[in-house]
């Protein structure tokens, strides 16, 4: 049967798509700020509020001079920079337009049709539609009332077609993350021949008192790969660079089934410059503002009684069940553009300190509405 074409001179379209991506959801992006006058803050995307830091972006201008030639397709002095920093061969080091597409990499790389993927939901939106577009079947998992991922039922979700687990630490939307003991216990659960994979990509923002011991993890657990991106404190969403640290196999797996070339020259050499030592301490002079701005905003909302997870990301979340398109609606009329995720809650971004008060004012009044 052919379909109806959009107009009467195009062909008509006698194509076969996969049956999978019927039903598959399409990645819904952080809404924009709409131009009508009304200054907005746009806090729905989890980014930096703040451009790349003045070396990080003269590194990437430079690289563009080149732009003529292709990038340095093994993006050498990068992964031997992030070898360093992660205590590993450069060769374990695999990098891709962001993080998002090395997830992409890793189900493409241990996940076959029908086999399945364990995650947590509420989480990162693009999992299930990474799992799903390949082939495979996502099998979420709902977090508990706090907002945290139920790794008792995580666990208890995997089966003998389980590839692949994912793990969000601190999870986007909610914000709580996971302890050293807490994965040691998962992980004791898990076959030793499922992946599991750990996405950092709010690592930075966390309280480093209790940050996850993440090396520790990696490098007793054969089975462990870790997920990182230069998006979020290093404010490169742009650019799109992101990373995975694996065991040899799984890095050579990662290479073999990536885009060639995905990380392009600006990015590579934004990202290597924002390692620098001097850069590096500046953006941790950033993550510790995002810190004390996210304390300050959970504890002005619960002053004004609200019920909020214990976020360690850079974004706070408001389980307003189905009043969540309302609220959205509410605080967009009012600024401040938020993130809504169906009839589950609300994530807003912290970021300058005029958009933190804005969310605290919206807030406060939206309880008095
Ligand atoms: C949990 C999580 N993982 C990965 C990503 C993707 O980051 P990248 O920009 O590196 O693709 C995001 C972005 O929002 C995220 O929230």
Redesign the pocket.
Known sequence: MSAPSARPDEPAENIRLRPALEDLPAYVAGKPAADDGIHRYKVSS?ESHLPPIASVREAAVAALESSHRYPDAAAQELRDALGRKHGVAPSQIALST????V?GDLVRAVVGEGDEVVHPWRS?E?YPILVGSHGGTPVPVPLTEAGEHDLAAMAAAITDRTRLVLL?TPN?PTGPSLTTEQVEEFLAAVPQDVVVAI?E??REFHDPATVLGTAGIFRRHGNVVL?R???KLQGL?GL?I?YAVAHPRLARALGQVTVPFGASAPAQAAALASLEPAAAEELERRAERIRAERSRVLAGLRAQGWNLPASQGNFVYFPLGERSGEFAEFADARGLVLRAYGNDGVRATIAEEEADDRLLAIAQEWRGV
Request: hydrophobic fraction near 40%; aromatic fraction near 16%; charged fraction near 10%.
């Open positions: 989890n962001g993080s998002v597409a997830s990162f693009a969000c986007n996405d990509a709010y997920l991106t230069f998006s969403a799109r992101g």
